[in-house]
């Protein structure tokens, strides 16, 4: 009877200290990832935002004319004006993203007896659903303010903090989460589709080449499938969000979701006007998505095998 208090006295620790290494890991994991994808399609999603909170006409001719005239007018790096409030708000949004749909698929795979093996299909979806859910609510300002940097001049607003200044004093500090309803509604398929996707095609690989982890270009296809997929069944509610974000700037009101959504038809001519700039998506969302999935995953595999050979020295 001693003997197994002991054991349980020693297993204890062991069990915390890998549980907050596993949590610190999927945090470090998830920034990076956030960071490295959002700045490697920064110039095409600013434009994206451009043609989404304006009238202008979309097509491929006019996204390099209007990323050329950008460049031509305000210079190379204006096309990642935006960014450092992109970086503020997304290191934090996808190490919580990332993190917490860890900490979601142990808790239900826990309720439904997986024992670290792949969730069911619908647990899979919630999993990644209440991850987006977790992390869009905590981040969601610092979304507003990049939305706000990347369709306005620079001597509008000076940086970060001053954005915050400026919406805080002229439109009320509820204008900070404008646009916060159709994001949720938005986060739900996204988040959850896309995280569905990839956590399936990683286990249906593993099902039929026997190989449990996938090599790193083949991460990149199934990100990029997720992105694909979770982009197009979310993006008019994304529309809908910039819309709602920007309106401040653009001298407009929307009262609502809906209001939004008629009004964005109504100057659009059709309802396409809540799919304008989706076509860009399918090459910016498959990018960004299959570059944050494999880098969080090859980041865990390095930080546990350093993990590891520490151990073993000490």
Known sequence: ME???KKSLETTPTQDVRGRRHIINSLISGAIAGAVAKTTVAPLDRTKIIFQVSSRGFSAKEVVKLIYQTYRNEGFFSLWRGNSATMVRVVPYAALQFCSHEQYKQILGSYCGTHGRPLPPFPRLLAGALAGITATTVTYPLDLVRARMAVTPKEMYGNILHVFIRISRDEGLKTLYSGFSPTILGVIPYAGLS??????CKKLHAEYTERPYPY???????????????????????????????AGVQ???????IET????VAEEGSIA?????????????????????TTFDLMQILLHKLQDQGTFQR
């Open 3 to 5: 003997n197994v208090a």
């Open 261 to 264: 959504m008629r009004h964005i």
């Open 195 to 200: 995280f569905f996707t990839y956590e399936t």
């Open 251 to 257: 001298c407009r009101k929307y009262s609502g979701i």
């Open 216 to 246: 790193p270009h083949e991460r990149l296809l199934f990100g990029a499938c997720a992105g694909l997929i979770g982009q197009s069944a979310s993006y008019p509610l994304d529309v809908v969000r910039r819309r709602m974000q920007t």
């Open 273 to 293: 006007g809540l799919y304008k700039g989706l076509s860009m998506n399918w090459l910016k969302g498959p990018i960004a998505v299959g570059t944050s999935f």
